[in-house]
C-alpha cells in the first residue's frame, strides 16, 4: 500500500512523496532508515474505481505463477532475494498481492527465511509452495524450487481455465432457458389466461396445464428455490466435515461418468504434486505426506496416508499403491514400478501426471460433446412446447 509522506533532512528541509510498503509501520521504519525524520505520514487515499478494482480482483493463480517466474529469474542472475521481490513489488498493479510482497521483502531482510515469510499468508501460499521453497533453501536450489512450482501453477491454472472455458456454452444455453421461462411465466402466461377467459373460447388442455403450472410456480416457485439454495448450503456444511467428507467421497467416485472423471483427476493431481516435491528435493515420505492432504479426495488421502506408512517400513512405492487396485490402475503402479527401478521417480510420475491430464481434457470434451445436443434438443422441446401451447388456442381465436 502507499503512504504519504513529509520529512525533515538532516539538513533541515522539508521533502514530500509517497513510499510504498505493507503497513505504516512498515513505511514509517523505511523512512526513519533514510536518516529522515518523520512529520507526517498517512496512508493515500484511492479514487474509488481503484479501491473497487483492488477489492474484487483478489490475488490469481495466474499472478502467483508470473511472480514465482520472474522471481526465479532474478534469483537467477544473482539478485539478492531482497532486492528481488522490491523489483517485482513495483511492478505489480494488483495493490493487495504488491502489500503481501513488499511484506515478504521486509521479513527477509529482518532475518526470517523466506519460506517461514510465505508462511505467514497461508491464503495466497499453499504447503506445497512453501514445502518447495524450503526444500529448494536447504539443497541451495531455490530458483530451480520457484520454476518447478511456475510449471505446477500453470500445468494447474491451463487445466481449470480449459475447463472452465469448455462449461461456459452449456451454462449459458441454460441461463438463456431459464430467463426465457421465467420471463414467459410472469407477464406471457398470465396476460394470455385474461385473453383466453374474456374471449370464452374452449382452452386446451395442454394449455391449462402450462397455466396451471405457471399459476403453481408463482406462488410456490420462491419456495422451491429457497428450499433448493437451502439444501445445497446444508450440503456443502456436511461435505466440511470430516463424516460427510468420506461419506460423499466414497458415492462420487462411484458414479458411473462422473467418478470415473474425478478418479482421472485425482491421480493426475497426485502424480503432479508428488513429482514436483520429489524434484524440489523433499523426502519421498515428507513428500506422500503433503501430497495426501492436497489431492482433495478422503478416499486417496487414506491410501496415500496408507503407503506413505509402508514406504517408511522399506516398502516400494508402487507395491504399496497396488494393495489399492480400484482406485489406482495397474498403469498408474506400473510406471511407478518403472521410475522405481531406473532412480527417474519424478519424471515418470510427470508422465502419469499428462497423460491422465490429456484424459481429463478428453473425458470433459467428450461428456460435453454429447451433452451440448442433448441439452439443446431437450431444452427445445421445452421451449417449443411451451410456445405450441400459448400459439395454440390463439390460433383457434384467430380463426373464429
Known amino acids: 500500500m502507499k503512504f504519504n ?43 474509488f474505481y481503484a479501491r ?120 449459458f444455453i ?63 456444511r456436511y461435505y466440511k466435515t470430516e463424516r460427510g467428507k468420506d461419506f460423499l467421497d466414497k458415492i462420487f467416485i462411484r458414479l458411473p461418468i462422473l467418478g470415473t472423471i474425478l478418479k482421472t483427476i485425482y491421480l493426475s493431481r497426485f502424480a503432479e504434486n508428488l513429482s514436483t516435491l520429489i524434484s524440489g528435493g523433499l523426502m519421498i515420505t515428507q513428500a506422500l505426506d503433503l501430497c495426501a492432504n492436497l489431492i482433495g479426495s478422503s478416499v486417496y488421502k487414506k491410501a496415500v496416508l496408507s503407503t506413505m506408512e509402508e514406504v517408511r517400513k522399506g516398502v516400494p512405492i508402487s507395491s504399496s499403491l497396488a494393495l489399492f487396485p480400484d482406485i489406482f490402475p495397474p498403469v498408474f503402479v506400473q510406471m511407478t514400478l518403472v521410475g522405481e527401478k531406473t532412480g527417474s521417480l519424478d519424471t515418470s510420475l510427470m508422465q502419469i501426471a499428462t497423460f491422465y491430464q490429456v484424459e481429463v481434457e478428453r473425458g470433459i470434451t467428450n461428456i460435453l460433446s454429447i451433452l451440448e445436443p442433448v441439452l439443446i434438443i431437450t431444452l427445445g422441446i421445452m421451449v417449443g412446447g411451451l410456445m405450441f401451447s400459448i400459439l395454440m388456442p390463439l390460433y383457434q381465436m384467430m380463426s373464429i
Open 52 to 171: 473497487g478494482l483492488g477489492l474484487f480482483r483478489g490475488i490469481t493463480v495466474r499472478d502467483i505463477v508470473l511472480f514465482s517466474r520472474q522471481l526465479a529469474m532474478m534469483f537467477t542472475a544473482k539478485v539478492s532475494l531482497v532486492e528481488a521481490l522490491r523489483v517485482l513489488a513495483s511492478q505489480i498493479k494488483n495493490l493487495e498481492f504488491q502489500a503481501k510482497i513488499l511484506n515478504l521483502s521486509e521479513e527477509v531482510e529482518g532475518g526470517t527465511a523466506f519460506s517461514k515469510a510465505l508462511s505467514l499468508h497461508p491464503k495466497i501460499f499453499s504447503v506445497l509452495y512453501i514445502s518447495i521453497v524450503k526444500a529448494g533453501e536447504v539443497s541451495g536450489k531455490l530458483s530451480e524450487s520457484l520454476n518447478y512450482l511456475a510449471d505446477h501453477l500453470e500445468r494447474e491454472y491451463h487445466l481449470s481455465s480449459k475447463t472452465k472455458g469448455i462449461l461456459i456454452y452449456p451454462s
Open 174 to 236: 441454460v441461463l438463456l432457458v431459464v430467463l426465457v421461462f421465467t420471463l414467459m411465466i410472469y407477464t406471457v402466461i398470465p396476460q394470455l389466461k385474461l385473453v383466453l377467459e374474456e374471449s370464452g373460447v374452449d382452452i386446451p388442455i395442454i394449455t391449462r396445464y402450462v397455466i396451471a403450472a405457471s399459476e403453481f410456480l408463482r406462488v410456490y416457485g420462491f419456495i422451491f428455490i429457497l428450499g433448493f439454495f437451502i439444501s445445497l448450503f446444508l450440503l456443502f
Open 5 to 47: 509522506y513529509q520529512v525533515r533532512t538532516k539538513e533541515g528541509e522539508i521533502q514530500t512523496g509517497i513510499v510504498e510498503a505493507s503497513s505504516k509501520d512498515a513505511a514509517l521504519s523505511l523512512l526513519q532508515k533514510h536518516g529522515f525524520y518523520v512529520t507526517y505520514l498517512e496512508k493515500a487515499k484511492l479514487p
